[in-house]
């Protein structure tokens, strides 16, 4: 079993930032893919950034992208999303996820193994 576990989020300003981590524990598998989703109330979980096992490559939803960065530690198991640039818009549960494959990385939530709790992710205008 695996667990993620993420943290890192609040309440903040229009134009603010925000760092989210997500810590996998448990028996993680050798390599995996690493991912974050978002759902706002009424609305479905949507794709936010994604990367590959080696930290190598990256890719963000067009909502995002140039606002918002993934990283990923492997030595402590931790996936990071830097949130810049912080819109009303980008309020929602923050997810991360875990996919078991040692190549390229996954942008649809059906391909994930795994996946946290949730992180609440508020920004006021």
């Known amino acids: 079993q695996v667990q993620l576990v993420e943290s890192g989020g609040g309440l903040v300003q229009a134009g603010g930032s925000l760092r989210l981590s997500c810590v996998a524990s448990g028996r993680t598998p050798s390599c995996y893919a690493m991912g974050w989703f978002r759902q706002a109330p009424g609305k479905e979980r949507e794709f936010v950034a994604t990367i590959n096992w080696s930290g190598t490559t990256t890719y963000y939803a067009d909502s995002v992208k140039g606002r918002f960065s993934i990283s990923r530690d492997n030595t402590k198991n931790t996936l990071y999303l830097q949130a810049n640039s912080l819109k009303p818009e980008d309020t929602a549960v923050y997810f991360c996820?875990?996919?078991?494959?040692?190549?390229?990385?996954?942008?649809?939530?059906?391909?994930?193994?795994?996946w946290g709790q949730g992180t609440q992710v508020t920004v006021s205008s």
């Open positions: 996820a875990a996919a078991n494959t040692a190549f390229g990385y996954r942008t649809r939530s059906n391909d994930y193994d795994y």
